[in-house]
């Protein structure tokens, strides 16, 4: 009798497995800390505000963990005020995507991670003065040698343990990722209904996967133009190529709830207008009140457990660390 449970638990779980892989989403895994040392380092190193040259910025800064990885603003702001030229993508669940930034610009998170510390209009520093104000503490230069060996403290070990450190920021087990493993109570008809709509209007041609998108670049206003006053070109930045132009990564749609205001240009605050706008230039159409109430309770199902952060105790500067010039251009 016990023999016959285990094959049929067996049997069970191959065909829930079956049933999961042909969804277009798939669940978010829970992160998997095989280098927890250097985990710890890049914690340490997201949360230093002295890699910017008003020792006020941090990469918490504009992917701030406690508002879903972003900064809730619809452009960042940077060194000395500066007003930023894009909406902040969140850092959440940033592993899956295929490149970092709108525009692809980054190959990945550690490339990613090292853009804002040398932009004047974001961190403001260099990565020379970035090295030097780490390189100053002996607490830090203790924990580079044990990880990454003598004389370690470098732009490219300090990227490289930002981007450890950020490839824990996952969320597993958002209701929807419950009901994929099999729990059909986790979400609610309304969910579910939404979910269908979903995948019957198309819009899981673009976002799929575990991150519900974040694989593939498609162009802003494939049917209908999107009017927006920002200036950002899209991938044609990148490649110079004309067909490339209002091209960007498509987002994640994970906890989506938490990071208005939407888009790339930041300007849509409501899920509401945001479903309405995607449908309208993405799909060429209309959404009845009542879709577009199902739908974005499909949406708010993506929401999963938010990383559990202990803010780190960072060390103190001394005589050598440079100062920080938190009013200068």
């Keep these: 009798m016990k023999q016959l449970s285990c094959v049929s638990l067996a049997i069970l ?7 999961m892989a042909q969804e277009p989403i798939q669940i978010i895994e829970p992160a998997k800390i095989t280098a927890p040392k250097k985990v ?3 914690k340490m190193l997201f949360f230093e505000p002295r890699l910017s040259k008003s020792g006020f910025i941090s990469c918490n800064s504009c992917h701030n963990l406690s508002l ?3 900064d809730a603003l619809p452009t960042s702001i940077g060194h000395n005020w500066q007003q930023g030229p894009i909406n902040s993508p969140t850092v959440l669940n940033a592993e899956y995507g295929l490149a970092q930034f709108w525009d692809g ?3 990945d998170l550690q490339a990613q991670a090292g853009g804002p510390i040398a932009n ?3 961190m403001g520093y260099t990565h020379e ?5 780490v390189n100053s503490m002996p607490a830090y230069q203790e924990r580079f040698a044990a990880i990454y060996g003598k004389d370690a403290v470098n732009i490219d070990n300090i990227t490289d343990a930002i981007a450890e450190f950020e490839k824990t920021l996952v969320t597993p087990n958002s209701p929807f990722d419950l009901y994929l493993q099999g729990d059909k109570s986790a979400i609610s008809a309304e969910v579910k209904s939404g979910y269908q709509l979903f995948k019957d209007k198309g819009c899981t041609s673009c976002h799929n996967g575990p991150a519900v998108g974040g694989t593939m670049y498609m162009k802003m206003g494939l049917v209908k133009p999107f009017h927006t006053k920002n200036p950002a070109q899209g991938r044609k930045a990148v490649t110079g190529n004309e067909a490339d132009k209002f091209v960007f990564k498509v987002p994640t749609l ?7 205001p939407y888009f790339h240009d930041g300007a849509t605050w409501t899920l509401e207008e945001a479903v309405n706008t995607m449908a309208e230039i993405q799909l060429g159409q209309e959404l009845t009140a009542a879709e577009t109430k199902e739908m974005v309770a499909f949406l708010k199902s993506l929401t999963g457990e938010q990383p559990q952060i202990v803010l780190p105790i960072l060390p103190p500067s001394n005589a050598n660390t440079p100062r920080p010039v938190p009013f200068a251009d």
């Design 13 to 19: 779980a191959a065909i829930s497995t079956a049933a």
């Design 40 to 42: 710890e380092l890049g």
């Design 68 to 70: 879903g990885g972003v």
């Design 105 to 107: 610009r980054a190959k």
């Design 120 to 122: 004047p209009g974001e």
């Design 129 to 133: 003065l970035a090295v030097l104000t």
């Design 254 to 260: 994970r906890n989506i709830e938490l990071t208005y």
